[in-house]
């Protein structure tokens, strides 16, 4: 592939950037790209004020068309990096998605590893050896007494009811127990606050806003909306939360 051939896509990219962002301190930089072709990443990174090619590393995995992630390139000094197939560059809704991987970037180089730890479900999961905890962990999204009180916290948002909200929240803490519970603060968190962030992009541009997962059938998805809902709910009454992370995370443990 040649080097050079997403040059327009990247200078769009930061073109976009800087329309968007002073919205959040989560975006205010820009991070490595990562770009899937073949059987290779295609590195690159910001030098005065434009991503210039980096590198050519082999892909540690399969990794399928259409992926949207943030992770570390050990290829690249184990910086964390936006990881994308080309298509993303192909609508203004995939330059949003690159800024959302960079909120996963922000949270990932400033507290993401402390706070991670904090959690007994994570703790747990490294002395496993188990690193898909946060995608795969069983999480009883069918159970009744998980689905009433979830609908009941995501109403409460809406109407604004924060007694129906405290109620909800202890229902499901005591329901879930610690480590579902943790996790389902934890995706709120994570997830949550990147599609708040994407979200907060998606208004200023003009564009629809993400909403998958808001409505049942439950999954981990659902946490993603619930914790942008969340978080949208809590800025309202803190507004400097969305500015500091580790507080942030600490109020959406409110039982």
Known sequence: METGKFAESFNSLIELHSKVAHLNIAIKRLYPIAVVFGKHFFIYDVERSAYQFRKRAPLPMPIPVGIRAAFQLEDYGGRIACVVTPEVFDSTDGYVTILHEFVHCYQYETCEQTLKMQLDIARHAQEQGNFMWEIEHPFPYTAVNFIEPYQAFLD???????????????MLKTYLGLHDFEYMVWQEWKEGFARWVENLVKRQLGLLENKGGINPPFSRVSFYAGGEAFIHYLSKREPSLVNDLPSLFNKLQLV
Request: proline fraction near 0%; hydrophobic fraction near 35%.
């Open 156 to 170: 409460a948002l809406k109407s604004e009811d924060h007694k129906i909200l405290l109620s909800s929240r202890k």
